[in-house]
T-cell receptor
Framework: QKEVEQNSGPLSVPEGAIASLNCTYS??????FFWYRQYSGKSPELIMS????GDKEDGRFTAQLNKASQYVSLLIRDSQPSDSATYLC???????????FGGGTRVLVKP | DAGITQSPRHKVTETGTPVTLRCHQT?????MYWYRQDPGHGLRLIHY???????DKGEVSDGYSVSRSKTEDFLLTLESATSSQTSVYFC?????????????FGPGTRLTVT
């Protein structure tokens, strides 16, 4: 069974600091990787996608992928209280038709 | 929200009754998905569809059935609801950006089975 693992947190981060979230996955043939943000009581919102090894930056977010080590990470720079949410890691297989989600990491940004 | 609506948004029902949840999309997406989300389990795939009348099971399909008679609607049915099916149910579509796998979620349905 394909597994995606995340530390459930909470990850407590001072405002303005960098939040670092990690995700590991078990299926070596995984080809697509996503980070979703979910506010309490809301639906998941796609914030980053990454398909190749290395870093991908989008605003204050940076996704990092290392397929050899089977992990993907998300950095949130200059963390804001509005970044307080649960962040879900999702991994897609070769065909890209299905995603497997991790349990999510709860992030708390303290003013 | 990628043009996805779910109905009802909240429902309370009794054990043993049938329940149907509806997902409606307006952008002609081929792939549609039903997930449930429970504390400690994250999002788990129930069923998905890759076209009209084309569906397949996910990891937690027992006790659920689906139907897709037209592109825009994907229905999830609990034939005889149980308390273990109390959950938040999300519908999703697969985006058409050209890169594999991006999914976008509807607002969710909170179902309580008493």
């Amino acid at each position: 069974q394909k597994e995606v693992e995340q530390n459930s947190g909470p990850l407590s981060v001072p405002e303005g600091a960098i939040a670092s979230l990690n995700c590991t996955y078990s299926d070596r043939v995984s080809q697509s990787f996503f980070w979703y943000r979910q506010y309490s009581g809301k639906s998941p919102e796609l914030i980053m996608s990454i398909y190749s090894n290395g870093d991908k930056e989008d605003g204050r977010f940076t996704a990092q992928l290392n397929k050899a080590s089977q992990y993907v990470s998300l950095l949130i720079r200059d963390s804001q209280p509005s970044d307080s949410a649960t962040y879900l890691c999702a991994v897609g297989g070769w065909a890209g038709n299905k995603l497997t989600f991790g349990g999510g990491t709860r992030v708390l940004v303290k003013p | 929200d990628a043009g996805i609506t779910q109905s009802p948004r909240h429902k309370v029902t009794e054990t043993g009754t049938p329940v149907t949840l509806r997902c409606h999309q307006t952008e002609n997406h081929r792939y549609m998905y039903w997930y449930r989300q429970d504390p400690g389990h994250g999002l788990r795939l129930i069923h998905y569809s890759y076209g009209v009348k084309d569906t397949d099971k996910g990891e937690v399909s027992d006790g659920y059935s689906v139907s897709r008679s037209k592109t825009e609607d994907f229905l999830l049915t609990l034939e005889s609801a149980t308390s273990s099916q109390t959950s938040v149910y999300f519908c999703a579509i697969r985006g058409t950006s050209g890169r594999a796998g991006e999914q976008y979620f509807g607002p969710g349905t909170r179902l309580t089975v008493t």
